[in-house]
DNA sequence: TCAATAGTGTCTATGAGACATTATGCA
DNA sequence: TGCATAATGTCTCATAGACACTATTGA
């Protein structure tokens, strides 16, 4: 490389300009709980490419718009969700992931109570349904069963160690309703005494109301983001 | 909306020709262990934008090659580290992080061993150099600092549930050694009595060779990625 | 009054951490 | 032979989980 052409190749680096355009698309795991059970948001799609597959709720990033306002109103437009939290999944960029050119995705996952309560298999709108994700198996367009996988892994480590579990959950809430939660999203059964202690002992992630439904105390969020001890898991017994 | 605008709309979100280019940019937090401190690798910029400042490697991602790829090129360009681990960050977007035009960057952490080794504030080549993470502080270009302290963030909690920790030493390595890394991630000491045997009773972490420096035992990696149990860092305790 | 769920009691096993003690190899 | 570091012993405390038991409320 002599020196014109690696002072080119420097300047390149620095330029945004310099190189042909890649498309940014934002798409969003839209998670909630439905009879008990964890739910994703799909929409079917009408054109060109992967017509009539399924696929998460996205659109292209505008120059003008955050990646954060992008997937909430991707998913508002399909379903009456309000996010009670969002957060960044990761990009994914395969090459060829997308036929028509190169289009990395920056997906998130976002979740929280849908109002009114949907049936599981739920058609929200036209071509847009909520899908039981641990029943059945859903054949997506692109790479989203990857992304949605890893929204999923995403959602069941969060609430290992964060409070996040309230908020799929209307603002007041049993005891039976918060495990409903772990039990839906970790897909597996768990002990409801130890739970009942366990979250209890988790400084701040529950308040009790001092209100009862049934014989069932009402508890409302508490104050805590991050919890200690952490609602473990166990994986090393599992996976 | 009527239906042709309705329809141009539909079209346009999955069209992505239809939008304005956004820059994609890879931006690489490369670490290594020089003299039992943890140091990150930055490039004093040439060019405008923020022509003098630090920044980390990184390069304009090119619509034939994968993030991956880009990632560790920009590295190796800079340095002789050769990353035994790589994972994605997040991509951080900004609207105004770069002054030229909207650039979204895809973050990437890479750490390894370097060879030679560098000593801690060592001038790899012009314009690179390793700056030690905890002691003193750095003036980044763009958002740069917030993608540093993710990264070192995520090598911190990466440290308690997986096996990276043998990526930032040579094959054969003793207990202090691997000590060492935890000791320079976390940046606080730890117990070398209880560690020794936290790590032996890891089942995979690592296995004796047989030999001794010193008179210390030396170990290689084990086949486990996961660890259980953890080596736990306690945050609750401490942030 | 019965059934289902809520909530409490109790025991065991595991692992983290504090800190004392012994072993090893080099100056 | 003495020193630094490696490695082991021992104790305490916190927490997870199994499971038996009592309490409450609506059908």
Not at 148 to 157: C, L, S, T
Not at 180 to 206: H, M, Q, S
Request: aromatic share 10%; proline share 7%; hydrophobic share 45%.
């Amino acid at each position: 490389m002599d020196q014109s052409t690696e002072e080119a190749a420097f300047l390149a680096e620095y330029d945004p300009r310099a190189y042909d355009p890649v498309g940014v698309a934002v798409d969003t795991v839209a998670l909630t709980l439905i009879d008990g059970r964890l739910n994703v948001l799909a929409v079917k799609r009408r054109e060109h490419p992967f017509r009539g597959l399924l696929a998460l709720p996205g659109t292209f990033l505008r120059p003008e718009r955050s990646l954060e306002v992008t997937a909430v109103d991707a998913v508002r437009a399909k379903a009456n969700i309000s996010p009670g939290h969002l957060e960044q999944i990761g990009t994914f960029a395969g090459i060829n992931r997308d036929p028509r050119m190169r289009v990395i995705s920056v997906a998130y996952l976002a979740f929280g109570p849908t109002d009114p309560q949907p049936e599981s298999g739920w058609v929200v709108g036209r071509d847009v349904v909520w899908l039981p994700v641990f029943h059945g198996t859903w054949k997506f367009a692109f790479d989203h069963e990857d992304i949605v996988e890893a929204g999923v892994k995403r959602a069941q480590d969060k609430l290992e160690y964060t409070a996040l579990a309230t908020t799929f959950l209307p603002e007041e809430f049993t005891m039976s309703d918060l495990r409903e939660v772990y039990e839906a999203v970790w897909n597996r059964p768990i002990d409801p005494a130890n739970f009942y202690r366990k979250v209890l002992g988790t400084k701040g992630f529950v308040e009790p109301i001092g209100t009862k439904r049934r014989n069932a105390a009402l508890f409302r969020a508490g104050d805590a983001t991050k919890l200690f001890p952490a609602i473990r898991r166990d994986l090393g017994a599992w996976s």
